[in-house]
Nanobody
Framework: QVQLVESGGGSVQAGGSLRLSCVASGYTFSSNSVAWFRQSPGKEREGVATIYGGARSTYYADSVKGRFTISQDNAKNTVYLQMNSLKPEDTAMYYC??????????????????WGQGTQVTVSS
């Protein structure tokens, strides 16, 4: 059974940083696609960043490019999302997603079978 557990969320002021972690059990990140999504009240879940191809490739939403970095530590079976220069519009629940459906767009929520419970990020101005 695949279980994803996110942590690292919290409340920060604009311009601050947070690092989110996603630890997997029953699943190996090393050669599989993993993604971070976020969702704020009243909005659709949106893709933030994805890492794939044995961590050789990454892709970011335009809204976070240059500020967020996705990475993975295979020894710890953990994927990270380093978030710098945070803005109030980054406020959302952040989710880790795995078990990508082959051929689906990697930033589409429907492309992933397994999800964590989410971790809240709140950025104040």
């Amino acid at each position: 059974q695949v279980q994803l557990v996110e942590s690292g969320g919290g409340s920060v002021q604009a311009g601050g940083s947070l690092r989110l972690s996603c630890v997997a059990s029953g699943y190996t990140f090393s050669s599989n696609s993993v993604a971070w999504f976020r969702q704020s009240p009243g909005k659709e879940r949106e893709g933030v960043a994805t890492i794939y191809g044995g961590a050789r490739s990454t892709y970011y939403a335009d809204s976070v490019k240059g500020r967020f970095t996705i990475s993975q530590d295979n020894a710890k079976n953990t994927v990270y999302l380093q978030m710098n220069s945070l803005k109030p519009e980054d406020t959302a629940m952040y989710y880790c997603a795995a078990s990508w459906r082959l051929g689906w767009p990697r930033m589409s929520p429907e492309a992933y079978k397994n999800w964590g419970q989410g971790t809240q990020v709140t950025v104040s101005s």
